[in-house]
């Protein structure tokens, strides 16, 4: 398919230009000089721009967690019409999950890839809520959504007042313009396009597909490395950001589409909301490439649990435990010994959405597919298939190293317990055979009267009746 991108905007260059960092304080400007010296609010602004603060957190926050950003545009943001509710009504987006709108279930799900739509549809109409807990207006909880879109976003902008937006395509390139400037994310890549921020999303290559999480009332960051020292997982320094990039030609009719509590609202200007031509600070938009994530794992005995390989987390006040954590399951070695080496049959007190971005998922031999999804909710059962534990037992697990190839699985955790909105549990596309992958598991139980001793004291049973 011929590329969707808008006549609005021009396409981007083959390299962008990024600044590298996680939480520093960043600056960037355009134009040489648009940037205020020794102030961030002059009585004039260099080139008759405007100051603009977006403050991602109070402004009474410790210094060491403070989120802002100084903006210094063409025109305020402010310049707009009153919002309206958007007409039609986006109904599969969820902010506040009670029984109205979702149910809680413990049933294990999974879904299958949804199929990108044919009529035109861009990332705004083509995100829907999958399931999540908690409520943006109380400023704690989480949204899990999906997407699949056709078209390029024309003449719009989307911002969520809800939370944070952790975007992971898994199939086709987006090219999200922001409003500290401009970011290439192809599937295998991130994006986080903070709480507030402005943002439109072409696609250069067409149909595209993908997941993203969303926060309330709290921020990703990196996590604490503890026993593992200064250094792995994901490296502050392979985080980019924007350099500033800016709109301004007139935009008559342009508009601007609010998430707000879950529901979308509508205002109308006459510009760009890129038109940002400098800015400074440590609230901004990134993105990352999963394959730089330097993996842990054991190297003699047992399989590791998860979270050593979480790539960001929204942390909760009770230490350790998250309201979500973003993790990975990227192509590794495992090596450990006398080990059952896929992940280990499980019962948690997080729950888990997995999303898999290409190749397969180790403990999943067959129908966990790239662009599907599954849910294991709190203390729900779940873990290998009954193909991988007796395909692993068979062989004996293969003894020495052996390499995971071709795969990029993830999974978004949280502590508290997801709701599920209706058009995930009666799509099309769900797996309503899922636990059958389990059902085939049989007992190997053999009694003491059964099995022979170990007569020789190696540790290998002689055999068995």
Same mark, same amino acid.
């Given at each position: ?53 977006? %403050? ?17 545009? @063409?025109?305020?943001? @402010? ?15 969820? %902010? ?35 399931? +999540? ?34 975007? #992971? ?8 313009? $922001?409003?500290? +400037? ?18 439109? #999303? ?33 490296? %502050? ?11 301004? #030609?007139?935009?008559? +009719? ?11 609202? $509508? ?38 649990? /998860? ?106 955790? %949280?502590?508290?317990?997801?709701? @599920? ?6 799509? /099309? ?37």
């Amino acid at each position: 398919m011929e590329s969707t991108v808008s006549d609005a905007r021009p396409s981007f260059p083959v390299d962008l230009e990024y600044q590298s960092g996680f939480g520093n304080s960043f600056s960037s400007e355009a134009i040489a000089g648009a940037l205020p010296g020794n102030q961030n609010s002059p009585l004039v602004c260099p080139y008759g721009l405007y100051a603009e603060q977006i %403050s991602g957190t109070s402004f009474t926050t410790p210094r060491k967690l403070n989120q802002r950003s100084w903006l210094y545009r @063409v025109k305020p943001s @402010v310049t707009h019409e009153p919002f309206k509710p958007r007409i039609p009504e986006h109904e599969r987006l969820v %902010s506040e999950f009670d029984e109205s709108n979702s149910y809680a279930t413990p049933t294990q799900l999974r879904w299958k890839p949804v199929e990108v739509p044919v009529t035109p549809t861009d990332f705004i109409d083509g995100l829907y809520t999958v399931c +999540g807990a908690g409520s943006s207006y109380l400023r704690h909880g989480f949204a899990v959504h999906m997407y699949t879109a056709n078209k390029s976003m024309d003449n719009c902008a989307f911002c969520s007042a809800d939370g944070d937006f952790l975007i #992971v395509p898994q199939e086709g390139r987006l090219w999200i313009t $922001t409003e500290c +400037g401009r970011l290439q994310v192809s599937p295998g890549e991130i994006v986080v396009i903070p709480q507030g921020f402005r943002f439109a #999303v072409d696609l250069p290559d067409g149909p595209s597909r993908g997941y993203a999480a969303e926060i309330f009332g709290t921020h990703f960051q990196l996590p604490d490395l503890g026993p593992i020292g200064a250094n792995g997982l994901a490296a %502050s320094r392979d985080f980019l950001t924007p350099v500033a990039w800016f709109d301004h #030609v007139s935009r008559p +009719g342009y508009t601007i589409v609010q998430k707000f509590g879950g529901k979308l609202f $509508t205002a109308k200007q006459d510009f760009s909301p890129f038109n940002v031509a400098a800015w400074h600070g440590n609230y901004v938009p990134y993105k990352y490439d999963l394959s730089k994530f330097c993996p842990y794992n054991t190297v003699l005995i047992d399989h590791a649990d /998860p979270s050593i390989n979480t790539v960001l987390t929204a942390p909760t006040d009770r230490p350790g435990v998250a309201l979500l954590d973003f993790v990975i399951f990227p192509p590794r070695w495992l090596v450990a010994e006398h080990t059952f080496r896929p992940p280990y049959y499980h019962r948690n007190c997080m729950s888990e959405f997995m999303g898999l971005i290409y190749g397969g998922y180790e403990a999943k031999a067959d129908g966990f597919l790239p662009g599907g999804a599954s849910l294991h909710s709190c203390m729900t059962p779940h873990g290998p298939d009954t193909i991988t534990y007796e395909a692993t037992i068979a062989n004996g697990n293969e003894p020495g190293p052996r390499r995971i190839s071709n795969t990029m699985a993830f999974m978004f955790e %949280s502590c508290l317990m997801p709701r @599920v909105c209706p058009w995930a549990l009666e799509s /099309p596309f769900r797996d309503h055979d899922y636990y059958q992958c389990w059902i085939g598991l049989k007992s190997h139980f053999t009694s003491p009267e059964e099995t022979q001793l170990d007569v020789d004291g190696d540790g290998e049973v002689e055999g068995s009746r």
